[in-house]
């Protein structure tokens, strides 16, 4: 089974993340997510991209459970890396979230430029229920959308907010029924490709202010923060607690 279906209609590219239930990720998918954005830089019929998932959820972030989490800080080096191209893509991206989109995956949702989201779905900065530290340029990202207060309530407290709540703070930009997050996708996408793609291009680039410069120098931060609390015995708690589906009950050590 592929971990990513891609294809393109008319002026519309879509990206599928096809790893369910959860759609977890690393390195190698976020750089294949990358290859197909960069590539669709270069099709001059493109003008927007919707990204979406197979399954349960949107994205449940990094899988801790894997060996390569628990045991290599060179594994979150090599997923932050392939993180800030996405940054650097030109075309407008609109992510149609169902499920959860949590932790490393709302930093996911968070490299769309809109988010459409239905009433079942979750989002949540939950790295302090891990002990952890936020990453994928979250830091930067969350506090864009949201505003500084809620971005930083979000992500001491890791508040876990559904669709409706999502769409009152402005993390997501459309309320719609699941069964209608592609077909909502779609309009905003059409709206998006009726106007001028080099304007289009032009204007992102202008909003975006060098923001994936910004990611680039703060995932550094954060690469830093994870890897020194990794080590703690909290992280290991707040893991541990997480897969146990219990509160963590953490020494601050």
Same mark, same amino acid.
Request: with cysteine; charged share 25%; glycine share 8%.
């Given at each position: 089974?592929?971990?990513?279906?891609?294809?393109?209609?008319?002026?519309?590219?879509?990206?599928?993340?096809?790893?369910?239930?959860?759609?977890?990720?690393?390195?190698?998918?976020?750089?294949?997510?990358?290859?197909?954005?960069?590539?669709?830089?270069?099709?001059?019929?493109?003008?927007?991209?919707?990204?979406?998932?197979? %399954?349960? !959820?949107?994205?449940? *972030?990094?899988?801790? =459970?894997?060996?390569?989490?628990?045991? #290599?800080?060179? +594994?979150?080096?090599?997923?932050?890396?392939?993180?800030?191209?996405?940054?650097?893509?030109?075309?407008?991206?609109?992510?149609?979230?169902?499920?959860?989109?949590?932790?490393?995956?709302?930093?996911?949702?968070?490299?769309?430029?809109?988010?459409?989201?239905?009433?079942?779905?979750?989002?949540?900065?939950?790295?302090?229920?891990? %002990?952890? !530290?936020?990453?994928? *340029?979250?830091?930067? =990202?969350?506090?864009?959308?949201?505003? #500084?207060?809620? +971005?930083?309530?979000?992500?001491?407290?890791?508040?876990?907010?559904?669709?409706?709540?999502?769409?009152?703070?402005?993390?997501?930009?459309?309320?719609?029924?699941?069964?209608?997050?592609?077909?909502?996708?779609?309009?905003?996408?059409?709206?998006?490709?009726?106007?001028?793609?080099?304007?289009?291009?032009?204007?992102?680039?202008?909003?975006?202010?060098?923001?994936?410069?910004?990611?680039?120098?703060?995932?550094?931060?954060?690469?830093?923060?994870?890897?020194?609390?990794?080590?703690?015995?909290?992280?290991?708690?707040?893991?541990?607690?997480?897969?146990?589906?219990?509160?963590?009950?953490?020494?601050?050590?």
């Amino acid at each position: 089974m592929e971990d990513l279906v891609t294809s393109v209609e008319g002026h519309t590219a879509f990206i599928k993340i096809n790893r369910p239930p959860n759609n977890h990720f690393d390195s190698e998918l976020i750089s294949q997510i990358a290859n197909f954005l960069e590539e669709q830089d270069d099709n001059v019929e493109c003008r927007s991209i919707i990204l979406h998932s197979e %399954g349960k !959820h949107f994205c449940a *972030g990094a899988d801790f =459970t894997r060996s390569s989490f628990k045991e #290599e800080s060179d +594994a979150y080096a090599s997923l932050y890396e392939q993180a800030v191209r996405l940054f650097r893509t030109k075309k407008p991206i609109i992510a149609a979230i169902q499920g959860a989109a949590v932790g490393g995956g709302l930093g996911v949702s968070l490299a769309a430029d809109f988010r459409i989201a239905c009433p079942e779905a979750r989002f949540s900065a939950n790295f302090s229920k891990l %002990g952890f !530290h936020q990453g994928f *340029g979250t830091s930067i =990202t969350l506090p864009r959308v949201v505003g #500084e207060q809620k +971005a930083k309530w979000m992500l001491l407290t890791s508040a876990r907010l559904n669709g409706e709540e999502a769409y009152k703070i402005g993390l997501a930009d459309y309320l719609v029924d699941k069964e209608s997050l592609l077909q909502k996708a779609k309009e905003l996408a059409d709206e998006i490709n009726s106007a001028g793609p080099l304007g289009v291009q032009a204007i992102r680039f202008t909003v975006n202010e060098g923001i994936a410069d910004q990611i680039a120098e703060i995932i550094k931060w954060e690469l830093s923060e994870q890897n020194r609390l990794r080590e703690t015995d909290d992280f290991k708690e707040g893991i541990k607690a997480s897969l146990q589906r219990k509160e963590p009950n953490f020494k601050g050590s």
